[in-house]
């Protein structure tokens, strides 16, 4: 059981859910990014997820596409990741989670990749660009170091698929809330609701929300049925608005604050459909 199923362990008898955190390693720089990841935490981030500048991030929207760019300036990669992740283990236990593309994992080598991840201190990771039917090799690695890998089901999938990226997910379930690159929106699809209780009836896995979630009102109403909700180009803007500012890292802590404590305590509510987001 590694640090996310201890997490989301910990979360469901407190009758809380996740709240995981997205921004871009090395943006925008390496060393704002290790006081992010601990500001993130302490603002109350239950998970952070880690994004892995690539060149061609299919799944992402302008917003993380220049996080991604600048982070690449930087001259940031795979290993500059680990190292900073293993930097942090000496102050925190705070799960986290590569987001990241497969052509760079398999570049780096799959064993590598799993071993360097064990080694550093990486609790998983979301491959947006890595189809269930084809991660075995990975998965296989994976577990044998201990680290999960999450596969993504989106509003399309069909119930048949949703089995089966149901059964091969590790740490969690990402579900994505809309179809599309990621980027926040202003409204986000009702379907929502009836999707996430389709996919909890087939698994006991936590299922968690990301893609185009920016306010504290949405992450209050996708709380009521999911297990965790997933914030990333909303966190990149006030990075990005406040580059070569002092108080970058308190802004945002501060808005990440805002974020959390719209989170839903009791699981009451879950599966409400007739909430509108």
């Known amino acids: 059981m590694n640090r996310i199923d201890l997490k989301f362990k910990e979360l469901k008898k407190n009758n809380k859910k996740a709240f995981i955190a997205f921004i871009m390693a090395g943006d925008p720089s390496i060393d704002i ?6 500001e993130l935490e302490t603002s109350g981030a239950d998970i952070i997820e880690l994004g892995v500048p690539f060149s061609d991030p299919l799944a992402d929207g302008p917003t993380i596409q220049r996080s991604s760019q600048r982070a690449l300036k930087n001259k940031v990669n795979l290993d500059s990741v680990f190292n900073l992740v293993k930097r942090i283990r000496s102050r925190t236990q ?3 989670v590569f987001l990241t593309y497969y ?35 990975l998965r296989d690695v994976a577990r044998k170091n201990g680290v999960a890998i999450a596969h993504l089901a989106a509003p399309t999938s069909s119930k048949e698929r949703l089995k089966k990226i149901a059964e091969a997910s590790t740490g969690f379930i990402y579900y994505v809330s809309l179809t599309g690159t990621t980027g926040a929106r202003e409204i986000l ?27 504290a009102e949405q992450v ?32 945002v802590g501060g808005f990440v604050k805002t974020l959390v404590k719209s989170k839903i305590r009791s699981t009451k509510s879950e599966t409400n459909s007739k909430h509108k987001i």
Do not use: H, W
């Open 33 to 38: 990014t290790e006081k992010l990841i601990f």
């Open 103 to 137: 052509n760079l994992i398999y570049y780096y080598g799959l064993e590598r990749f799993a071993r360097m991840a064990k080694a550093s201190g990486v609790d998983g990771a979301v491959i947006p660009d890595l189809p269930f039917e084809e991660s075995g090799p």
């Open 220 to 251: 209050a109403r996708i709380s009521m049925a999911a297990d965790g909700v997933i914030v990333g180009s909303a966190i990149v803007k006030v990075i990005e608005k406040n580059i070569g500012k002092k108080d970058l890292v308190k802004k």
């Open 94 to 96: 705070v799960p986290v």
């Open 189 to 215: 699809p009702q379907e929502i609701f009836e999707n996430l209780r389709l996919i909890k009836k087939m698994t006991r896995k936590p299922v968690c929300v990301g893609f185009g979630i920016s306010s």
